[in-house]
């Protein structure tokens, strides 16, 4: 899912289905400035007329939880991190700011395994 997408750049931001995009501060309860999201809307939705799109965000506390997927310099972050994906947001695509790094497809796995577990589907 990672390889033959096409990048659209909008205001310095690139945006790519399945990357993890910096986001600046998204709310006032949010004590960092900017905040890592992997995004999860389809390359057709990232490319559209909507003005959201459907991220995960990425912390940098992991608790071993099932729907928490590790992710490590390797893929572009400062810090060893998790993806959580029972918090999923819709977050503005002008709110996303810097392309940060992407997952392997292997991760990928892992990320849609979390996913069907936070969404309770099959």
């Known amino acids: 899912m990672t390889n033959g997408l096409t990048l659209h750049q909008r205001k310095s931001a690139w945006y790519e289905a399945w990357r993890p995009l910096r986001a600046s501060r998204g709310s006032p309860y949010d004590p960092k400035k900017q905040r890592v999201f992997l995004v999860f ?7 559209s007329a909507f003005s959201t799109v459907i991220c995960a965000p990425v912390y940098s506390r992991y608790d071993g939880l099932p729907t928490q997927i590790e992710a490590d310099a390797d893929e572009g972050l400062k810090h060893d991190s998790a993806v959580y994906c029972d918090e999923l947001v819709s977050l503005h695509k002008s709110m996303l700011t810097d392309y940060i790094g992407s997952l392997s497809d292997a991760k990928m796995q892992l990320v849609n395994a979390a996913l069907r577990i936070a ?3 099959g």
Request: charged share 30%; aromatic share 0%; proline share 0%.
């Open 41 to 47: 809307s389809r390359q057709a939705v990232i490319d």
């Open 119 to 121: 969404l309770d589907v």
